[in-house]
């Protein structure tokens, strides 16, 4: 699977806690809001990281390719 690289545009996060129920251990809570913990390691998370791109109530989640 491709890999991917996550960014959190911090500002736009609402802290809803989906991206980090989704995929814990990529997304975390980071001071006033959620951000990424580290790039996806597996297909697992890298398919659980797009499920919380497409899930983030206030497209706050991008992702660089
Ligand atoms: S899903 Fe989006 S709004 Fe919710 S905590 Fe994650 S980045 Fe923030």
Same mark, same amino acid.
């Given at each position: 699977?491709?890999?991917?690289?996550?960014?959190?545009?911090?500002?736009? =996060?609402?802290? =809803? $806690?989906? =991206?980090?129920?989704?995929?814990?251990? +990529?997304?975390?809570?980071? $001071?006033? #809001?959620?951000?990424?913990?580290?790039?996806?390691?597996?297909?697992?998370?890298? +398919?659980? #990281?797009? #499920?919380?791109?497409?899930? =983030?109530?206030?497209?706050?989640?991008? +992702?660089?390719?």
């Amino acid at each position: 699977m491709q890999e991917v690289e996550l960014h959190v545009e911090r500002a736009r =996060c609402i802290r =809803c $806690g989906a =991206c980090a129920s989704l995929a814990p251990g +990529v997304f975390a809570l980071r $001071g006033e #809001a959620y951000d990424v913990a580290r790039q996806p390691a597996t297909d697992e998370e890298r +398919v659980l #990281a797009r #499920a919380a791109v497409l899930n =983030c109530p206030s497209h706050a989640i991008r +992702v660089a390719r």
